[in-house]
């Protein structure tokens, strides 16, 4: 692909991204700093502890802190120890928390469906599946270090 495609490509992607995120359900009263936390610790909840956290969401540690004390007060998540070592921290979500996570979700994934059923025609919506295969390859990909 040339430069230019690949640059127009990527804004395509982040329309899109930036669209899902605006049709998500609003978590109501929080942060977007606290709904992106929120969101890491339903992804990766073996890995949720705030130094984590804030490595994988390129968020300083203070910041995902005052992220965590509003889920904290929001009954979102709960902190628990580390049954591996007792000195660290594990987040988990709540109840609370994971009815909102599910609800975002389902908000997304219902708006992403209508458009398509909407505007996309059978053979353009097989296309679209195998454009995501080939997206998952991408995400996925590790530059080699020769």
Same mark, same amino acid.
């Given at each position: ?12 992607? @982040? ?5 899902? +995120? #605006? ?15 929120? *969101? %890491?610790?339903?992804? $990766?909840?073996?890995?949720? #502890?705030? *130094?984590?956290? =804030?490595?994988? &969401?390129?968020?300083? =540690?203070?910041?995902? $802190?005052?992220?965590?004390? !509003? ?9 628990? @120890?580390?049954? *591996?070592? =007792?000195?660290?921290? +594990? ?7 994971? !009815?909102?996570? %599910?609800?975002?979700?389902? !908000? ?10 909407? &505007? &996309?025609? !059978?053979?353009? #919506? /097989? ?9 998952? +390859? &991408?995400? *996925?990909? /590790?530059?080699?270090? =020769?």
């Amino acid at each position: 692909m040339r430069d230019d495609e690949i640059e127009r490509l990527r804004t395509q992607l @982040k329309l899109l991204q930036r669209r899902l +995120r #605006q049709e998500a359900l609003p978590v109501t009263g929080l942060s977007l700093s606290a709904a992106r936390v929120l *969101g %890491a610790v339903a992804r $990766s909840p073996e890995d949720a #502890q705030p *130094g984590n956290l =804030a490595e994988q &969401l390129t968020m300083s =540690a203070p910041n995902v $802190s005052a992220a965590l004390r !509003e889920l904290d007060a929001a009954d979102m998540i709960a902190r628990t @120890k580390d049954p *591996g070592d =007792a000195r660290k921290v +594990r987040i988990v979500l709540t109840t609370h928390g994971r !009815e909102m996570v %599910a609800r975002s979700r389902h !908000e997304r994934d219902s708006w992403l469906g209508q458009a398509i059923t909407s &505007l &996309l025609d !059978e053979q353009e #919506q /097989q296309l679209l599946l195998l454009a995501g295969n080939l997206m998952e +390859r &991408l995400a *996925g990909h /590790q530059p080699s270090t =020769a």
